[in-house]
């Protein structure tokens, strides 16, 4: 038998030659990454995605006192990431961060299995943003489980229960992850794709119910 992940099937050219195309057996696992501007989320995308793109225009407003430039449509970018269960293929799309933009989010999330959610714990003002960006998300994702990835998290400035209860999250929904360490942040991958794989046998027939929202959604308070 033909090995599967070699499998071709046929498709016509133009000029009604057979022409052989592969047909990928492994499944990709659409993961969103999303949070407040400067959060980083573009150097999370790039330090797990060998092959990331962005598209990203100087900023002009305010805001570059905290960055120079943003993401503008999304970063994308695929990664093999090792879990428990073997490396898994992994496709990331990193959305805007600023509000204006808002509009990419919902479209970027369409066929999602998980998201994240990146924060600058050491900006009250990132912390403060995200609760908006976490709202939207429940609002067209409300099924779809998430972690917290906090970024610059000094647990001696504020406690993972204080964090948690100012975000609106339970605290098991709270990653430490610095988005330029290449271990960490595919660590952070692999404990997204476990929470989507605990709502997938969820819902798969002969499961014994469906887990309760506060757990299988990432820990929503």
């Avoid at 990331?52 to 006192?65: C, F, H, I, P, W």
């Avoid at 605290?171 to 271990?183: M, N, T």
Wanted: glycine residues 8%.
């Amino acid at each position: 038998m033909q090995d599967a992940a070699h499998q071709v099937q046929s498709t016509p050219q133009l000029n009604g030659t057979p022409h052989a195309v592969p047909v990928s057996a492994v499944p990709v696992h659409k993961i969103v990454v999303s949070g407040p501007f400067g959060a980083g989320k573009t150097t999370f995308v790039s330090t797990v995605c060998a092959n990331a793109l962005g598209a990203e225009q100087v900023v002009s407003d305010k805001t570059s006192r905290v960055k120079e430039q943003t993401t503008v449509a999304l970063d994308h970018g695929t990664a093999q990431v090792p879990t428990r269960g073997g490396q898994r293929a992994v496709t990331l799309f990193g959305t805007p961060g600023q509000e204006r933009f808002s509009f990419m989010w919902p479209i970027l999330g369409l066929g999602m299995v998980a998201y994240i959610l990146m924060v600058d714990v050491s900006r009250l003002q990132s912390q403060a943003q995200l609760k908006g960006i976490m709202k939207r998300f429940a609002y067209f994702a409300p099924q779809v489980p998430f972690v917290v990835a906090a970024n610059r998290w000094s647990r001696t400035a504020i406690s993972a229960p204080d964090l948690a209860r100012f975000i609106g999250v339970d605290s098991s929904a709270l990653v430490h992850c610095d988005p330029r360490d290449s271990e960490e942040s595919k660590a952070v991958l692999a404990h997204t794709l476990e929470l989507a794989d605990a709502r997938t046998n969820a819902e798969s027939p002969g499961s014994h119910g469906h887990r309760r929202m506060g757990h299988s959604n990432g820990g929503r308070a």
